[in-house]
Every structure is written in structure tokens, then in C-alpha cells.
């Protein structure tokens, strides 16, 4: 167990529609990333939140968002949904002064 | 080129077998090396990392990384079934705070009892 959590765990849903996956990072750590594996593109980065900020974009959708609110934990808002987008969706975080990341267990998003 | 190269096999072995991982790169900036196991439908679980040429060695895993040869292995000793994952290589330039990382696709180990 990374110590980092992840809701829901499975997610199945209508293209056009719009989802929400929650993170919660470790104790303590303040960098939270968000990543989307499919079986073709391996592992992407998406976006990357320190302390409440936006640090560093990947290869986000304008249709994602992602936010992190002052507890830390955050948020990934994906919008119009299209059968393209279902795949696993990964939040890690890193302590500070660290680039070691930790990773939570995943939420499996399906578009049908 | 992609960045990050990792034959995605399936590699299998049987049990007690050694076996070699490894990814290239092509980033002469990238220092810092990771490399990940992750079980199916699990979420990537870090198994060693390194910021240096050489070798780590962690119980029946050695990490190794050449920057001369853009080259990254993952040694493991006397291979268990538990074994069984997918391997990714992960790397960055470090930028205290700002690295991200660059996954490679992952190899798929086999462990046969």
C-alpha cells in the first residue's frame, strides 16, 4: 500500500457525459501528478499540482482539468467524454524535495 | 525516436532464472532513473531508483545505468513466480520540484513455476 487513495475504483459511463476522479496523497506530501495508461500509449503524464498550484503540464486534453484544493488531495475533471478516453487513470505524489514518486491504485474509467 | 524504448515481450522464464530488463533513452539530459513493477490492473509499485552510472543492488535486484550508452537495466536474481508483472522503466531531468517523468511502455515478465 503506497499510502496514496483513489475513488472510485471503477468508473463506467456515456460518451458526451462528464467524470470526476478524486486523490488523496500521502501523508504529508504536497506534489500530486495525474497520468492515464492505455494499452497503446503506455503511461502518460497529464498534470502535475504542488501545494495548490499548477507546476507542470503533460499531454492533457483541453476537455481535462485537474485541481488541488487545500487539504491537498485533488481532483481530475474530464469532460465530452469519448470511447477514446477509457483507460486507467493514475494520481501519484512525492514528498517534498523529492522526485520519487508514489503511486495510488487507479481508477478504471469505461466510455461506452 | 521515442524518448523512452522498452521491448514490451512477454519475456518468459522459469523459476530461478536470472533475469535482464532494460530500456534506452534518448534524452542525454535524463539523471535520474527509476524503474517500477506493476501488477495487472495495479497501480505502479517504485522498486529502485538511481541517480548515478553504475550499479544499486537491492536483494535479488540490481539496478544498472550506463549515461555513456543511454542504456538502463533491471537485473533480478533467482526469479520467483510473485515475479510475474509488467516493468517500467521511468526517468527525468532533475528540476527540484518540477521533474517529471518519462515512462517507458514496460516489459511483461512471465516466471514459470
Not at chain 1, 470526476?20 to 501528478?33: A, E, F, H, I, K
Not at chain 1, 467524454?81 to 512525492?94: I, K, M, T, V
Not at chain 2, 521533474?99 to 516466471?111: A, E
Request: charged share 15%; glycine share 8%.
Amino acid at each position: 500500500d503506497s499510502g496514496v487513495t483513489q475513488t472510485p475504483k471503477h468508473l463506467i459511463t456515456a460518451t458526451g457525459q462528464r467524470v470526476t476522479l478524486r486523490c488523496s496523497p500521502r501523508s504529508g506530501d504536497l506534489s500530486v501528478y495525474w497520468y492515464q495508461q492505455s494499452l497503446d500509449q503506455g503511461l502518460q503524464f497529464l498534470i502535475q499540482y504542488y501545494n495548490g498550484e499548477e507546476r507542470a503540464k503533460g499531454n492533457i486534453l483541453e476537455r481535462f482539468s485537474a485541481q488541488q484544493f487545500p487539504d491537498l488531495h485533488s481532483e481530475l475533471n474530464l469532460s465530452s467524454l469519448e470511447l477514446g478516453d477509457s483507460a486507467l487513470y493514475f494520481c501519484a505524489s512525492s514528498p517534498q524535495g523529492s522526485d520519487t514518486q508514489y503511486f495510488g491504485p487507479g481508477t478504471r474509467l469505461t466510455v461506452l | 525516436q521515442k524518448e523512452v524504448e522498452q521491448d514490451p515481450g512477454p519475456l518468459s522464464v522459469p523459476e530461478g532464472a536470472i533475469v535482464s530488463l532494460n530500456c534506452t533513452y534518448s534524452n542525454s539530459a535524463f539523471q535520474y532513473f527509476m524503474w517500477y513493477r506493476q501488477y495487472s490492473r495495479k497501480g505502479p509499485e517504485l522498486l529502485m531508483y538511481t541517480y548515478s552510472s553504475g550499479n544499486k543492488e537491492d536483494g535479488r535486484f540490481t539496478a544498472q545505468v550506463d549515461k555513456s550508452s543511454k542504456y538502463i537495466s533491471l537485473f533480478i536474481r533467482d526469479s520467483q513466480p510473485s515475479d510475474s508483472a509488467t516493468y517500467l522503466c521511468a526517468m527525468s531531468v532533475i528540476v527540484p520540484g518540477y521533474s517529471t517523468l518519462t515512462f517507458g511502455k514496460g516489459t511483461m515478465l512471465l516466471v514459470s513455476p
